[in-house]
């Protein structure tokens, strides 16, 4: 406890992998910190620096580590939770939010600032062309933490709506049939020439991009680090001679 | 036309604003491009750079500018076109590759690549805290290139849905109302207490935020540079002592 001082937490978006992803403001905030929190292999993304002490925690203890990270920063240290992707989006800025809301009153006081991060979805979106060109939105189908019933529902209604999709945590170990019975409920609200794309590790050296239409689109071709995109029925396919097609989802919709 | 050199477009998206946003690979394409294209104002954000070319267009010559850029780079050149935000949320991305699509079968054989950014919920949701914290949508409220009746329909399933949603494009001047009437909508849907964030400029120096209750939220709350954030049922408002409230939606939803 180091009196005087004033401690800090920032919640700081690594993108979705290599380091050409990463904001400078981002670069700064983990220059600056005393001590780096966060799931271990996104703090093994970034370069060991002396001084800097690291604080790995396994990636189901979301609220836990957020409670160890602002623990930390009460004391007065500049403290950096460290996130994939961007913190506001199925990651760490809600779950450090929450353990404010419920955690000790003095943790209110504390200076706390989210750095955003380029998301799964707008890398995995970049390599194929502009699937998200249109309304689009943002789906993680994890039952974790609301019931599968929801994620049915909310499927449904994006597919009426006329929405392009992004598919967050779309399988696990506990759940690998959940996807093919969200690939059914989209078949029976949209044509199967829907183009879906798998995208696995986008912006890692292991990157792997797959284009299907939804008709061939099953729970298989997803492992847990693969972001899917699901046009609309608006998105088109640019074939392009010896080069990957393009996907894209055009600014015009509807009969203007 | 320099015969045998390949030409090559890179979309390149330059985030919200200022400098701290812009990811090493955007300063990297920027920096090797010989020519580039894009609106003035986003122009006017890249330090000019002896060699290169500038081609400033205005807002709504989007498909004129994708062909311009396209036509250029088809001459053997190296050219950025330059997009505020992602370059696949509501910006140029699409635009280019429509062109792709409707122009000249050269066009297919050049390389496009596409650099995302920073997009605006996302610099607006980390300033407040983290009200994209689960499931959402994006919906460009302009009817330019979509019916009005479509947008309204979107509105009304995305409450139904309980996404959070963000609002790009909300106002012009030529429908200056049509953000209240959308406010209008989600007030028969939602609770009056659900969370409205009206994001201006978010990220540049004259950055402006503003939190009312739905039931508050007034269409001349926003202009054409603000970025609306709607919460859900679940959306929740941390108080804090002496500081702005934070805004979250919890990572769970629904009886779980």
């Known amino acids: 406890m180091s009196g005087g001082k004033s401690g800090k937490l ?13 904001t400078p403001e981002a670069s700064a905030a983990l220059n600056e910190a005393e001590a780096l929190y966060g799931y271990e292999p996104y703090l093994d993304r970034v ?15 979301e609220l836990a580590r957020a409670g160890a990270a602002l623990a930390h920063a009460a004391g007065g240290a500049q403290v950096a939770m460290v996130s994939g992707g961007d913190p506001g989006v199925f990651a760490m800025a809600a779950a450090v939010i929450e ?7 003095e943790w209110r006081a504390l200076e706390l600032v989210v750095v955003p991060g380029i998301t799964a979805m707008l890398a995995v979106a970049a390599r194929c062309g502009a699937p998200l060109g249109h309304d689009f939105c943002a ?12 994620i049915e529902k909310r499927l449904r209604l994006a597919a009426q709506a006329g929405f392009a999709m992004a598919f967050y945590n779309p399988v ?14 989209l078949r029976e609200e949209l044509p199967g020439s829907v183009p879906v794309i798998f995208g696995r590790a986008v912006g890692r050296p292991d990157e792997r991009l797959r284009l299907v239409p939804l008709a061939n689109a099953h729970g298989h071709m997803a492992d847990m680090a ?9 998105t088109r396919i ?11 989802t055009p600014r015009r919709a509807g009969d203007v």
Do not use: M
């Open 172 to 185: 696990s170990k506990a759940r690998p049939h959940q996807l093919e019975t969200a690939f059914d409920i």
């Open 10 to 22: 920032t919640v700081v978006g690594l993108g979705p992998g290599e380091a050409r992803f990463l």
């Open 226 to 234: 693969t972001c899917i995109l699901v046009g609309s029925v608006e």
């Open 47 to 61: 370069p060991a620096r002396a001084g800097q002490t690291r604080h790995a925690s396994d990636n189901r203890e």
């Open 139 to 150: 789906i993680s189908l994890s039952d974790n933490l609301k019931p599968w019933e929801l």
């Open 99 to 105: 353990a404010i809301e419920t955690g000790p009153e």
């Open 238 to 248: 640019v074939e392009r001679p010896g080069l990957p097609s393009l996907v894209y």
